[in-house]
């Protein structure tokens, strides 16, 4: 069975940095491209940050670029998400999503990330 | 960036009748390399994740009830539900898949009348 399981999140003070973590296990985690997609309390779906299995490509959305950096192990079969410089509008739960054709068709359920003082 | 637009915001459909949620994308989908639309549905319900329902606007992921259809091609789409059910109570999303950043709709919240 497919599972993504994502750890690491938490309270942070703004201007503060987390880590996220997701462990990928059930699929041959180093052929896929990886995402992590956010939703902000009551709100709807945005992606912010995508790789491919060889770590050569890489994208992300401008609300995050400059800021959070995303990387893989693929012989640890994890994904990251590093977030520095954080702002209370960061305040989301974050989704690993395994990617087909850029859609995503595997999700963990998430990890909730808090920025406030 | 592609901007998708998703309408109603939501809609109350009696249980067994047709709900039609609509997404329109402001730039074309279309892929020529596949001839393909890279137009994705997703549902969320309470408390879950998304799950994907459809990719390439109409093909149906495995284990997807064939209640649930796509259509639409070029920035004009549309996902049905031919019978609703309960459990279809959710929030419904669409997404291009053509080009980063990847965008969704805003969301078609989808209850029972």
């Known amino acids: 069975e497919v599972q993504l399981v994502e750890s690491g999140g938490g309270l942070a003070q703004p201007g503060g940095s987390l880590r996220l973590s997701c462990t990928a296990s059930?699929?041959?985690?180093?052929?896929?491209?990886m995402n992590w997609v956010r939703q902000a309390p009551g709100k709807g779906l945005e992606w912010i940050s995508y790789?491919?299995?060889?770590?050569?490509?890489?994208y992300y959305a401008d609300s995050v670029k400059g800021r959070f950096t995303i990387s893989r192990d693929n012989d640890r079969n994890s994904l990251y998400l590093q977030m520095n410089s954080l702002r209370a509008e960061d305040t989301a739960i974050y989704y690993c999503?395994?990617?087909?054709?850029?859609?995503?068709?595997?999700w963990g359920r998430g990890t909730l990330v808090t920025v406030s003082s | 960036d592609i901007v998708m637009t998703q309408s109603p915001d939501s809609l109350a459909v009696s249980l067994g009748e047709r709900a039609a949620i609509n997404c329109k994308s402001s730039?074309?989908?279309?892929?020529?390399?596949?001839?393909?639309?890279?137009l994705a549905w997703y549902q969320q319900k309470p408390g879950q994740p998304p799950k994907l329902l459809l990719n390439?606007?109409?093909t149906r992921q495995s284990g997807v009830p064939d209640r649930f259809s796509g259509s639409g091609s070029g920035t004009d789409f549309t996902l049905t539900i031919s019978s609703l059910q309960a459990e279809d109570v959710a929030i419904y999303y669409c997404?291009?898949?053509?080009?980063?950043?990847?965008?969704f709709g805003g969301g078609t919240r989808v209850e029972i009348k």
């Open positions: 999503a395994r990617s087909v054709e850029w859609s995503f068709d595997r």
């Open positions: 059930g699929f041959n985690f180093k052929v896929y491209s």
């Open positions: 790789m491919t299995s060889d770590t050569r490509t890489i």
């Open positions: 730039q074309s989908l279309f892929s020529t390399s596949n001839n393909k639309n890279r």
């Open positions: 390439w606007a109409s």
């Open positions: 997404q291009q898949h053509y080009s980063p950043p990847l965008t």
